[in-house]
């Protein structure tokens, strides 16, 4: 099986526009979460979408927001971008929803760099 | 409330000795743990996963973890360290509700040849 993708790998944005992630995940994979990672905050979960429904959600601001489509492909969108939102940005996509015992496949992640 | 707490964010041992990486948990419920490694520029990477079968695991690469509830641990141990080895290694606990992870800060790993 193919792993999670995400599209683009690199992003080069300026402040205050708005950006698009993409994620695909692991086929049949219907769980897919997102994650921040920078070297001051470490990795914080943004959130997680099941079923093309938001099911859980992180500590960010609402100009981060996210969505899933029927084929269970996320994208997730930061609007007027400021600096502190250059970091790595995973997904990670799991094969059912609510087994906290299930472990999470990581995509390569995008890096977004805002200047 | 669910976190895990890495001592040490930077871990230097010598190629061949013991790695040893630390991990505490803090968990409202009976905790499923996982250890992931990530390499420059990549995503992360499953080493093991403890979900109550066994509290000695083994994962790839030659790491194993134990969990010990009585001092609330997950310690990540290998034998003899690789060159190969060196990489960030983060520790994670599940949350209670959905596919929510709750990570350590990481702890970079360094192999002096």
């Known amino acids: 099986k193919a792993g999670v993708t995400q599209t683009p790998r690199y992003l080069i944005k300026t402040r205050g526009q708005q950006v698009t992630l993409s994620c695909s995940p692991i086929?049949?994979?219907?769980?897919v979460s997102w994650y921040q990672q920078t070297p001051g905050q470490g990795l914080q979960f943004l959130f997680e979408?099941?079923?093309?429904?938001?099911?859980n959600k992180g500590n960010f601001p609402g100009r981060f927001s996210g969505r899933q489509f029927s084929n269970s492909r996320s994208e997730m969108n930061v609007s007027t971008l400021e600096l502190g939102d250059s970091a790595l940005y995973l997904c990670a996509s799991t094969p059912d929803s609510g087994r906290a015992s299930n472990e999470q496949f990581f995509g390569p992640g995008t890096r977004l760099t805002v200047l | 409330a669910q976190s895990v707490t890495q001592l040490g964010s930077h871990v230097s041992v010598s190629e061949g000795a013991l790695v040893l990486l630390r991990c505490n948990y803090s968990?409202?419920?009976?905790?499923?743990l996982f250890w992931y490694v990530q390499y420059p520029n990549q995503g992360l990477q499953l080493l093991l996963k403890?979900?109550?079968?066994?509290?000695l695991v083994k994962g790839i690469n030659g790491f194993e973890a134990e969990f010990k509830k009585s001092e609330t641990s997950f310690h990540l141990t290998k034998p003899s360290a690789h060159m190969s080895d060196a990489a960030e290694y983060f520790c994670a606990v599940s949350g209670v509700i959905g596919n929510q992870f709750y990570f350590g800060t990481g702890t970079s790993l360094t192999v002096i040849p």
């Open positions: 979408y099941f079923s093309e429904t938001q099911r």
């Open positions: 086929s049949g994979h219907r769980s």
């Open positions: 968990s409202s419920v009976p905790p499923y």
């Open positions: 403890y979900t109550s079968a066994a509290t």
